[in-house]
Each structure stands twice: as C-alpha cells, then as structure tokens.
C-alpha cells in the first residue's frame, strides 16, 4: 500500500505553512506517498464566543466549506508535489479531533504538523499540535 501523509493546514496562517512546505516535498519524495490536506473549521459555537452572532452574520456552512476548500487548494498549490498524488478534506468542528480521526481512518504513515503559531511564544507546542503528538499512532513530524 502507499505511503500517506496527512498534513494539517490551518487556513488563516500563511507562515505556519510556509515553514512545512520543504518538509513535505521531501517526504512526499519517499515512495512517491499521496499527501492529504486537511483543513478543519471551528464550529460554530466558537464564533459565537467571539461575540459574533453567527445566526444573522455568518453564511452558511456549507457556504463556508466550499470557501475554504478553494482557500486550502490556492495554499496547497505552492507545493511541488504531482497532484495525482494530492488529496484535500475539510471538516467542521475540533481542529485536534478531525486531524486524529483522519490520521486514522485513512490510515496515515506520518503527520506533519507545525509547533504552533510563530507570533505565540508563550508554548513551545500549540494546543492541536500538542494533542495530535499525544495521541497518534502514527510518526508525528513536528516542524519548528
Ligand atoms: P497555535 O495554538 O499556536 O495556533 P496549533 O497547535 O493550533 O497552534 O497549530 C499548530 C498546527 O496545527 C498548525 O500548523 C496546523 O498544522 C494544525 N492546525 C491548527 N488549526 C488547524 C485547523 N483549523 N485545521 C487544520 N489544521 C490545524
């Protein structure tokens, strides 16, 4: 079976995935893996805690998925990879429960996640990279 590469792709920070792309080429090298992108939106609730009233000022989710697929298709189109080999997901909710849920039911071989955000320096490890280091079963490549 081919090697699978599951890279999590946090759609609203252009630098943390600036600083996986050479990682993944190189790994998607090994094999010729297929490397799925996944980008997972916060439900609803979490826009709500912000103080937006989701109800009236948010599309639909749909509407939203269909947007940020094209957002996670224009990001992944700086990777040098054979698009043959690539595949995209997006799915709503805990960004750490979709990541782990994927790395399992395709299955991945490896997970290639940045640490955290580059402006946050409080921790060395965001909380769903922390999370999918945890508990994966598979290799977690944790780029910094
Ligand atoms: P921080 O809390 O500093 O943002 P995170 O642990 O959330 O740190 O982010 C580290 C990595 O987790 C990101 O580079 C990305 O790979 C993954 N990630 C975070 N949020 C999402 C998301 N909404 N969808 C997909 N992956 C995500």
Request: net charge negative; hydrophobic share 45%.
């Amino acid at each position: 079976m081919a090697r699978i590469i599951l890279v999590p792709i946090d759609i609203s920070d252009k630098e943390l995935t600036q600083r996986v792309v050479c990682h993944v080429e190189a790994e998607a090298r090994i094999d010729d893996a297929e490397v799925h992108f996944l980008t997972v939106i916060p439900s609803l609730p979490y826009y709500a805690s912000l103080g937006m009233a989701y109800t009236t000022e948010l599309p639909p989710m749909d509407e939203f998925k269909a947007e940020s697929e094209t957002r996670l298709k224009e990001i992944v189109a700086q990777f040098a990879i054979p698009e043959d080999r690539v595949h995209f997901h997006v799915k709503e909710g805990s960004p750490k429960d979709n990541i782990l849920e994927l790395a399992k039911t395709l299955p991945a071989d490896l997970v290639i996640i940045a640490s955290h955000r580059p402006d946050i320096t409080t921790y060395l490890l965001g909380s769903n990279a922390a999370a999918v280091v945890r508990h994966a079963d598979c290799s977690v490549l944790v780029v910094r």
